[in-house]
């Protein structure tokens, strides 16, 4: 129902009880939060940028989370992503579901940030002391994604 | 039409976004990325591994064999790394 591209931080709190507010439906809240790793590989990082496409990230968060409802019965959902200059220990995405029972809320959880990584248009450039270079798509990524394709 | 480069993309050809009238005979997405290879070094650079390039056509995830028509906003980028 919700699908946010920001430049700011967020408040999982804040975002949680937002979501869930006045609903008495539901009976579980499944969340997750990636946040800035210290370590690329064995490499420090100082800080990374998350370039995006404006309007296509927004409406392919959209499909993404159209599709989780329609596999899951979810009460509801939340997608959030940062974008900009990011250090380590910054938040970057939230994503969190809500439903009667907590099955469908941590399935539709774990399915919307695989398919978000394998999809959504974001692109991670790091900075470390050696300079700037744009992170590669990890083949797990695309694993993580292809156990949610459907029979 | 207008064509938007992300990422590696953006920094190897060197601009982020340009308006382009590609010849006649450019009908498909491959077709257009051939004809976008000879614009110079940079173009060829970025668009030289194929496999590493994804394409949007009006915002949409396409294949290479996507027609292409004026007026339509085409995005090339490699995959995605966000989350």
């Known amino acids: ?151 | 039409m207008k064509l938007l480069y992300f990422a590696w993309l953006r920094t190897k050809i060197g601009i982020g976004s340009e308006e382009i009238e590609p010849p006649e005979g450019v009908a498909d997405v491959a077709g257009l990325l051939d004809w976008l290879k000879g614009r110079g070094d940079g173009y060829a650079d970025a668009l030289a591994n194929l496999s590493l390039v994804r394409v949007a056509v009006n915002q949409e995830y396409v294949a290479l064999d996507h027609p292409v028509a004026p007026g339509d906003e085409i995005a090339l980028f490699p995959p995605v790394t966000g989350g």
């Not at chain 1, 009880?17 to 064995?42: C, Q």
């Not at chain 1, 220990?89 to 978000?116: K, N, P, Y």
């Open chain 1, 1 to 151: 129902m919700t699908v946010r591209v920001q430049q700011d931080d967020f408040d999982v709190g804040a975002e949680l009880a937002a979501l869930t507010e006045g609903n008495h439906a539901i009976g579980g809240i499944a969340s997750f939060v990636g946040v800035v790793r210290e370590m690329a590989g064995d490499e420090k990082i100082g800080a990374m940028t998350l370039e995006h496409y404006p309007g296509m990230t927004e409406r392919a968060l959209a499909e993404i989370e159209a599709e989780a409802r329609r596999r899951w019965p979810l009460e509801a959902c939340l997608i959030v992503h940062r974008f900009g200059r990011l250090e380590p220990g910054d938040r970057i995405v939230m994503v969190a579901t809500a439903s009667a029972h907590r099955q469908a809320a941590l399935e539709a959880c774990a399915f919307l940030i695989d398919w978000l990584k394998t999809k959504a248009p974001f692109w991670k450039l790091e900075e470390t002391a050696g300079g700037s270079k744009w992170v590669d798509a990890r083949d797990t990524d695309s694993a993580a994604t292809k156990r949610w394709i459907e029979e």
